[in-house]
T-cell receptor, first 114, second 113 residues
Framework: AQSVTQLGSHVSVSEGALVLLRCNYS??????LFWYVQYPNQGLQLLLK??????LVKGINGFEAEFKKSETSFHLTKPSAHMSDAAEYFC????????????FGSGTKLNVKP | EAGVTQFPSHSVIEKGQTVTLRCDPI?????LYWYRRVMGKEIKFLLH????????ESGMPNNRFLAERTGGTYSTLKVQPAELEDSGVYFC???????????FGQGTRLTVV
């Protein structure tokens, strides 16, 4: 069974500090990897995705993530947190041979302190 | 272009009652998905429609859940009778093709008391 692990259900950073949200997956084949963000009272919004090619991918709002196959990780980072980044973040995978479904992690709530 | 729309945004029902959730996908999107997040856990796949046909319903928890997509446009997800463990947030998503970006709705928060 596929699984996606997000370390830390709550992460708190100060405004201007580095944001690091961790995601590890288990898969026998390299999956497609995604980060979604959910702001309060809104739907899930795609932040960025990795399918093939360059392992460092850049997304919206200054976020980026790096696919590390050897570590089965896809951690999300942003150099400098902004108050507007406060939201819940979900890591997800899709398998190349079963592309119709996402496997999500349990989410990480990011709190940004002034 | 309107996004994926879900109705209602919140629903509180008593155990044993029936609830119907609705999802309007983005126009032209043949693929429609239902997901559920229970008790702050991971978001789990329920099922996938291609037009009006159920492509994959492997995630449906039991026969108290019935999803339909008559005419291949909007979809409904009925829970009958509802149980306490059905509480959670139900997300709908749609995509033009299975390998293109999926767009998610804001979710319906269902509370069974």
């Amino acid at each position: 069974a596929q699984s996606v692990t997000q370390l830390g259900s709550h992460v708190s950073v100060s405004e201007g500090a580095l944001v690091l949200l961790r995601c590890n997956y288990s898969s026998s084949v390299p999956p497609y990897l995604f980060w979604y963000v959910q702001y309060p009272n809104q739907g899930l919004q795609l932040l960025l995705k990795y399918t093939t090619g360059a392992t460092l991918v850049k997304g919206i709002n200054g976020f980026e993530a790096e696919f590390k196959k050897s570590e089965t990780s896809f951690h999300l980072t942003k150099p400098s947190a902004h108050m507007s980044d406060a939201a819940e973040y979900f890591c997800a995978v899709r398998l190349p041979y079963n592309f119709n479904k996402f496997y999500f992690g349990s989410g990480t709530k990011l709190n940004v302190k002034p | 272009e309107a996004g994926v729309t879900q109705f209602p945004s919140h629903s509180v029902i008593e155990k044993g009652q029936t609830v119907t959730l609705r999802c309007d996908p983005i126009s032209g999107h043949d693929n429609l998905y239902w997901y559920r997040r229970v008790m702050g856990k991971e978001i789990k796949f329920l099922l996938h429609f291609v037009k009006e046909s159920k492509q994959d319903e492997s995630g449906m928890p039991n026969n108290r859940f019935l999803a339909e997509r008559t005419g291949g446009t909007y979809s409904t997800l009925k829970v009958q009778p509802a149980e306490l463990e059905d509480s959670g947030v139900y997300f709908c998503a749609s995509s033009r093709d299975t390998n293109t970006e999926a767009f998610f709705g804001q979710g319906t928060r269902l509370t069974v008391v």
